[in-house]
T-cell receptor
Framework: GAVVSQHPSRVICKSGTSVKIECRSL??????MFWYRQFPKQSLMLMAT?????????EQGVEKDKFLINHASLTLSTLTVTSAHPEDSSFYIC????????????FGPGTRLTVL | EDQVTQSPEALRLQEGESSSLNCSYT??????LFWYRQDPGKGPEFLFTLYSAGEEKEKERLKATLTKKESFLHITAPKPEDSATYLCAVQAKTRSNDYKLSFGAGTTVTVRA
């Protein structure tokens, strides 16, 4: 149980285009999902927290208009990187937790974004 | 601000050579301390959550312990398949109950046969 998937696993895009990454909880209802970014040989940096049906809460320094997060259902959250630039190239990872089980946070396999 | 410091940055072990990883933390009020394993190009895999000083948890060759200032992850008689980056994270008690995790930089363990 507690499986989180991400799609796509890899994406390469041209500078200036937008890219959408999906995060799904497959066997539980995710009341809260988190989005992280990880640069090579660095740890996970939290970008934003999203609760189902409400606006995401962004960490300091993360541009809301650039990284659009939608948590439309209890099993799906999306991260859209708008007008991507090479410096947005990174490993994006989502995690999910459920009400009453906030001591457990389950991670997806990650999405490698490369912006040319 | 919550701070998590892991040491060493990298650890090279011979198969069977036991060792420990350290995670020092500063947090206003600890809700939980988490250990994850991360393989290259993959998302973190949950290992343990510890809640209070003195608590210990075990899973196969791994044992995690917790004090008021730090946590240790002991690897007993490691095998090559234990090679990975081990991440420590803290979850603080906050007014907003946001359940965020703050991660350390990780310890990359390489076990040679």
């Amino acid at each position: 149980g507690a499986v989180v998937s991400q799609h796509p696993s890899r994406v390469i895009c041209k500078s200036g285009t937008s890219v959408k990454i999906e995060c799904r909880s497959l066997d539980f209802q995710a009341t809260t999902m988190f989005w992280y970014r990880q640069f090579p040989k660095q740890s996970l940096m939290l970008m934003a927290t999203s609760n189902e049906g409400s606006k995401a809460t962004y960490e300091q320094g993360v541009e809301k208009d650039k990284f659009l997060i939608n948590h439309a259902s209890l099993t799906l959250s999306t991260l859209t990187v708008t007008s991507a630039h090479p410096e947005d190239s990174s490993f994006y990872i989502c995690s999910a937790t459920t009400s009453g089980r906030f001591n457990e946070q389950f991670f997806g396999p990650g999405t490698r974004l490369t912006v040319l | 601000e919550d701070q998590v410091t892991q040491s060493p940055e990298a650890l090279r072990l011979q198969e069977g050579e036991s060792s420990s990883l350290n995670c020092s933390y500063t947090v206003s009020g600890l809700r939980g301390l988490f250990w994850y394993r991360q393989d290259p190009g993959k998302g973190p895999e949950f290992l343990f959550t510890l809640y209070s000083a003195g608590e210990e948890k075990e899973k196969e060759r791994l044992k995690a312990t917790l004090t008021k200032k730090e946590s240790f992850l002991h690897i007993t008689a490691p095998k090559p398949e234990d090679s990975a980056t081990y991440l420590c994270a803290v979850q603080a008690k906050t007014r907003s109950n946001d359940y965020k995790l703050s991660f350390g930089a990780g310890t990359t363990v390489t076990v040679r046969a």
